[in-house]
T-cell receptor, first 117, second 111 residues
Framework: DSGVTQTPKHLITATGQRVTLRCSPR?????VYWYQQSLDQGLQFLIQ???????AKGNILERFSAQQFPDLHSELNLSSLELGDSALYFC????????????????FGAGSRLTVL | GENVEQHPSTLSVQEGDSAVIKCTYS??????FPWYKQELGKGPQLIID?????GEKKDQRIAVTLNKTAKHFSLHITETQPEDSAVYFC??????????FGKGTMLLVSP
């Protein structure tokens, strides 16, 4: 167990629907990252939060949004779902934002597998 | 932004052989290079990392080498075991940016 908790583990839904993925970071970690993993694209960075504030944005679609709450858990909202959104979504956490001095290891959760039919 | 290329995409070895996975990066300012192992049904897990002020780092059967001039780094696994079978990802980071990952290498170790 990495200490990063993601729910749900599996989710099947239909095109056009909206889903919410939830992540609880490792105890003491202030930074949360969301990644999308598909077969042909590897691990694609979506967005990062640090202590409740958006810190960096990657290849995140406008149909997707995220937030980090005061208790540091984070949610990734995916709307108007398309077949191509089917993927594994990983949350990772770290003690400090990326680029901080010193070691700042990313710890990943087990992922949420989204299937859009 | 940073671009990380990883080769090979799949690698099959016999138990006891060595395995080498290679990555190249594009941003000469990158200074942190971790390697992650992803087992089936799990998230990626950090196995070793190296910073740009170091040329090589070892941890038991795993070693990573970095050539800053050529902008490439490699993962070496010696005396491979079936439990080493997994997908391995390299990554690179420069300054205050986020990690950029390679597309992964599926390593299969046959008994």
């Amino acid at each position: 167990d990495s200490g990063v908790t993601q729910t749900p583990k599996h989710l099947i839904t239909a095109t056009g629907q909206r889903v919410t993925l939830r992540c609880s970071p490792r105890s003491g970690d202030l930074s949360v990252y969301w990644y999308q993993q598909s077969l042909d694209q590897g691990l694609q960075f979506l967005i990062q939060y640090y202590n409740g504030e958006e810190r960096a944005k990657g290849n995140i679609l406008e149909r997707f949004s995220a937030q980090q709450f005061p208790d540091l858990h984070s949610e990734l909202n995916l709307s108007s779902l398309e077949l191509g959104d089917s993927a594994l979504y990983f949350c990772a956490s770290s003690a400090r934002p990326q680029g901080s001095s010193g070691a700042n290891v990313l710890t990943f959760g087990a992922g949420s597998r989204l299937t859009v039919l | 932004g940073e671009n990380v290329e990883q080769h090979p995409s799949t690698l099959s070895v016999q138990e006891g052989d060595s395995a080498v996975i290679k990555c190249t990066y594009s941003d000469s300012a990158s200074n942190y290079f971790p390697w992650y192992k992803q087992e089936l049904g799990k998230g990626p897990q950090l196995i070793i990392d190296i910073r740009s002020n170091v040329g090589e780092k070892k941890d038991q059967r795993i070693a990573v080498t970095l050539n800053k001039t050529a902008k490439h780094f490699s993962l070496h696994i010696t005396e491979t075991q079936p439990e080493d079978s997994a997908v391995y990802f390299c990554a690179a980071r420069s300054g205050y940016s986020t990690l950029t990952f390679g597309k992964g290498t599926m390593l299969l170790v046959s008994p």
